[in-house]
């Protein structure tokens, strides 16, 4: 099922919903915008405190038990970011073996990259998303309005995954971000057009859609070391650079291109990227970053990591990678210095 999106405002959207639906709703969200509980004011709704936390076993049974009455023929509507967007997907897929999902991002991550395509997961022993459905919502509504109250640094998690894209499936896009031609708007657009056309063609995640990874390899190995003080876009940030170290190292990646590619993404956080980066793996000893690395679906059966490597803007590739390779690059990693 190919997911419908609708652009509107959240009180119109809400005007046509169905007749039988339980709703979530970032608790955050619900405050910041009062026009989205009132517009559910006839509807059961449950508020849910937003971030990893949320990403839980307990939290999905405590979903399944406060929607226990909702039929199958019923619909459960997600307001939230990808969090909560997450827990919705595995929640739906499990409820009567599966019941009708509408998300409403609210984040601009989750209205490029996580509502799109029907992945929903949990986190399972600190490892990220360990445990995970595809369940296609069946529609998402996009309400701009959403967006107004999102600070900069979650403004710059959805540009990294948009970015991302731009980076492995589209140069023009990726010249046009890079000269900051881009409104929020025109964001959403781009990465819904790019991850839709890629889900399209790999719905289950088993090809060409793992070239969306790019970066999320060490990305979510550095998210479960900060024990998620890291928030996930600054976390593919810094795993954007590592990949790209990596494919250098392996001669897969000119250094014009990791050069390029890493200044994209230079100005999307506080600090410059090798700093950052330095400050989190400095924490972590080889050992914990292979367990990690070893927890990510990524890794094959025969226990090398699957990396997406970039041989150019617009050229992505998936090459395993030793743990030799990788490890050869921490000591300059942990220094703050180009490898
Ligand atoms: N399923 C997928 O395909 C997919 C793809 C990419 C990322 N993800 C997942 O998405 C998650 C990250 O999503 P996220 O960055 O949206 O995190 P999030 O849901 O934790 O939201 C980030 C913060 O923004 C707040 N927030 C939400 N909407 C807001 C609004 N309109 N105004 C102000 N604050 C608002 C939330 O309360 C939270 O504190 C990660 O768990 C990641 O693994 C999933
Ligand atoms: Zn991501």
């Known amino acids: 099922m190919i997911t419908r999106d609708r652009w509107g405002s959240f009180s119109l959207l809400a005007r046509g919903l169905p007749a039988e639906v339980f709703a979530?709703?970032?608790?955050?969200?619900?405050?910041?915008h009062p026009a989205v509980p009132l517009a559910l004011r006839r509807v059961r709704w449950l508020p849910i405190q937003a971030g990893e936390r949320a990403k839980r076993f307990a939290e999905v049974e405590r979903l399944l038990e406060a929607a226990h009455g909702l039929s199958?023929?019923?619909?459960?509507?997600?307001?939230g970011g990808g969090t909560v967007g997450d827990l919705a997907t595995v929640a739906a897929?499990?409820?009567?073996?599966?019941v009708r999902l509408v998300l409403?991002?609210?984040t601009l991550l989750a209205a490029v990259d996580s509502s799109l395509g029907g992945k929903g997961a949990v986190n399972v022993s600190g490892a990220k998303n360990a445990a995970g459905v595809f369940h296609e919502p069946a529609e998402a509504w996009i309400c701009p309005e959403l967006f107004e109250t999102l600070g900069?640094?979650?403004?710059?998690?959805?540009?990294?995954?948009a970015l991302k894209m731009a980076a492995c499936l589209d140069p023009v896009l990726w010249r046009s971000a890079r000269a900051r031609h881009l409104s929020t708007r025109r964001i959403v657009r781009e990465g819904r057009r790019l991850k839709r056309a890629i889900c399209e063609r790999d719905p289950l995640d088993r090809g060409e859609r793992r070239l969306l990874n790019f970066g999320h390899s060490f990305g979510h190995a550095l998210e479960a070391l900060s024990r998620h003080r890291l928030a996930h876009g600054a976390a593919v940030r810094l795993g954007v650079v590592c990949a790209l170290d990596v494919g250098r190292a392996l001669g897969v990646t000119p250094d014009e291109v990791?050069?390029?590619?890493?200044?994209g993404f230079e100005p999307l956080g506080d600090e410059p990227i090798r700093v950052e980066l330095a400050?989190?793996?400095r924490r972590a000893t080889a050992r914990e970053l292979r367990t990690l690395l070893s927890a990510d679906k990524k890794t094959g059966a025969d226990g090398a990591l699957r990396m997406v490597l970039l041989a150019g803007v617009g050229a992505p590739l998936v090459r395993?990678?030793?743990?030799?390779?990788?490890?050869?690059?921490?000591?300059?990693w942990r220094g703050g210095r180009a490898t």
């Open 72 to 79: 199958r023929e019923g619909t459960l509507l997600a307001v």
């Open 279 to 281: 400050r989190w793996l």
């Open 258 to 263: 990791a050069a390029e590619v890493q200044a």
């Open 320 to 332: 395993p990678v030793a743990t030799s390779v990788w490890s050869s690059l921490l000591p300059a």
């Open 93 to 98: 897929h499990l409820h009567r073996r599966g």
């Open 24 to 32: 979530i709703v970032d608790a955050c969200v619900a405050r910041l």
């Open 152 to 161: 900069l640094p979650q403004l710059r998690d959805g540009f990294v995954e």
């Open 104 to 106: 409403v991002p609210s």
